[in-house]
Structure formats: structure tokens, C-alpha cells
């Protein structure tokens, strides 16, 4: 099995920035990919951002230029920083862990989520 622990959520100014952790454990020989989703309240699940194992990046529009995904493959640590925050980004985000495990099984891993709400 593999687990994730996301850390760093909370309420953002407009304007201000936080960065999201999320570090993965267990069985995890390697990983693919490492992205991170948000879902608001009413509205489906959205992914923000992804990065795979060969560096390569992709944003959904709403947040190009403002946040950056980037990871720390010995820590199997995923992070989100996340500037010049509006009030639509409110939403529980979740990090997303695909990979396979010792056996050669892929899996695909949630975190728990944390909330982001940003509002003055």
C-alpha cells in the first residue's frame, strides 16, 4: 500500500501564496507521476497541476504563471506553491501518486486533502 500525507492548506490573503507538501510512503519501487487536483464545493474535481518522472509539467490555465508543482524524488515529496492567490482557487486540494510497486503493480494513490481558502 501506499500512503500520502498532505500538509500546508489553511486562508490566504488575495494576493498572498502558500505551498502544499504532500510525501509519499510504502510500497513505491518507482513513480510516474505526481500531480496535484482541487475540488470547490459543487464543482467536479479538477486537476492543477502534474510533473512526471522525466521533468515534464502541465497546468490547467486558471493557474499558469501562478502556481508551480515541483517534487524532491529522494523525499518522494510532491509540493505546490501557489502565488498571487484569488478567491477562486478556494477548494480542498488532493495530491495524486501513480507509480508501481515492488511486485511490478501500478498504483494510484490519494491524499487525504487540505483545504485552501483564500478570502480577506
Known amino acids: 500500500q501506499v500512503q500520502l500525507v498532505e500538509s500546508g492548506g489553511g486562508l490566504a490573503q488575495p494576493g498572498g501564496s502558500l505551498r502544499l507538501s504532500c510525501a509519499a510512503s510504502g510500497n513505491i519501487f518507482s513513480i510516474t507521476t505526481m500531480a496535484w487536483y482541487r475540488q470547490a464545493p459543487g464543482k467536479q474535481r479538477e486537476l492543477v497541476a502534474a510533473l512526471n518522472s522525466g521533468g515534464s509539467t502541465n497546468y490547467v490555465d486558471s493557474v499558469k504563471d501562478r502556481f508551480t508543482i515541483s517534487r524532491h524524488n529522494v523525499k518522494k515529496t510532491v509540493y505546490l506553491q501557489m502565488n498571487s492567490l484569488k478567491p477562486e482557487d478556494t477548494a480542498v486540494y488532493y495530491c495524486?501518486?501513480?507509480?508501481?510497486?515492488?511486485?511490478?503493480?501500478?498504483?494510484?494513490?490519494w491524499g487525504q486533502g487540505t483545504q485552501v481558502t483564500v478570502s480577506s
Open positions: 495524486n501518486v501513480r507509480g508501481l510497486g515492488y511486485e511490478g503493480l501500478d498504483f494510484g494513490s
